[in-house]
């Protein structure tokens, strides 16, 4: 998962290896993959100024399954749209791989995203006109370009039912959204951000639209990608019982990291 970075902006000087030795020992040699520094964010309401993050700093570690939780209007989906570089904050800095993203031009910040961050949403976000297997492809049609696609596309379709395989849904490559229950159509989402093998997965509630039962199903599928696969996530989430099988919980309040803990 560490093959070079392409964009070519200078590397900032930040450390490579997490030092925190809370971590579960597989990770505390893992590389850093994404690091806040002191990162604030307001948004107006009329011609009130209302702060939602107030200098928040946080480190995310190569294969890490780390979970941001806190009460509604703490700041937790306003940080992940930050990290996901959907946004900007008005101060602080956000690092990727050592290089800092969030003072990146719009169309360098959107590269970055389409290639090396895949996201999964609380609501699924899915083409309805497209069948799952169409939709999983979307990232790759992006990315390379109608041209490239074409001369690529038995490879693409290959790893597109691979992907949809893995959450579940082999038996459902030509159904549309319509057809499938949310818990289906959220499987779909994960395989669409799996598509471009990036390199962070980030996640916004992925279960809040969900009976329990489906968004068991799905913390199945996100646990396997991390524990089996490496693939490192942050999720926000609300849900406690989340939270404790992630291997850091960062709690926010009022736009601040209250607490971190870590799994024993």
């Known amino acids: 998962m560490s093959s070079a970075f392409e964009l070519t902006y200078p590397k900032s000087q930040q450390?490579?290896?997490?030092?925190n030795q809370t971590l579960h020992p597989r990770l505390l040699q893992a590389p850093v993959v994404l690091k806040t520094s002191g990162v604030t964010k307001s948004y107006r309401k009329g011609k009130v100024e209302v702060p939602v993050l107030r200098g928040v700093d946080i480190e995310v570690v190569e294969g890490e399954f780390q979970a941001i939780v806190g009460a509604s209007g703490s700041g937790k989906s306003t940080l992940l749209?930050?990290?996901?570089?959907?946004?900007?904050?008005?101060?602080?800095?956000?690092?990727?791989?050592?290089?800092?993203i969030d003072n990146l031009p719009a169309a360098s910040r959107d590269i970055l995203r389409n290639r090396y961050i895949g996201m999964i949403?609380?609501?699924?976000?899915?083409?309805?006109?497209l069948t799952a297997l169409e939709n999983v492809l979307m990232p790759v049609m992006i990315n390379h370009g109608i041209v490239s696609y074409m001369l690529q596309r038995r490879k693409f379709r290959k790893?597109?039912?691979?992907?949809?395989?893995?959450?579940?849904?082999?038996?459902?490559?030509?159904?549309?959204?319509?057809?499938?229950?949310?818990?289906?159509?959220?499987?779909?989402?994960?395989?669409r951000s799996l598509m471009a093998n990036p390199r962070l997965l980030l996640a916004d509630e992925p279960t809040g639209n969900l009976d329990r039962s489906a968004g068991d199903e799905i913390m199945e599928i996100i646990h396997e990608l991390n524990s089996n696969y490496d693939v490192t996530i942050v999720m926000v989430t609300h849900d406690m019982s989340i939270a404790a099988r992630a291997d850091r919980t960062v709690r926010l309040a009022e736009g601040r990291v209250e607490s971190v803990s870590f799994q024993s």
């Open 15 to 19: 450390p490579s290896v997490s030092s």
């Open 81 to 100: 749209h930050l990290l996901a570089t959907l946004d900007r904050p008005d101060s602080g800095e956000i690092y990727f791989e050592e290089n800092r």
């Open 121 to 129: 949403f609380q609501f699924y976000h899915l083409l309805p006109e």
């Open 159 to 191: 790893r597109a039912k691979e992907l949809l395989d893995l959450v579940g849904l082999s038996h459902r490559l030509k159904h549309r959204p319509r057809e499938m229950s949310g818990g289906e159509m959220q499987r779909v989402a994960i395989a």
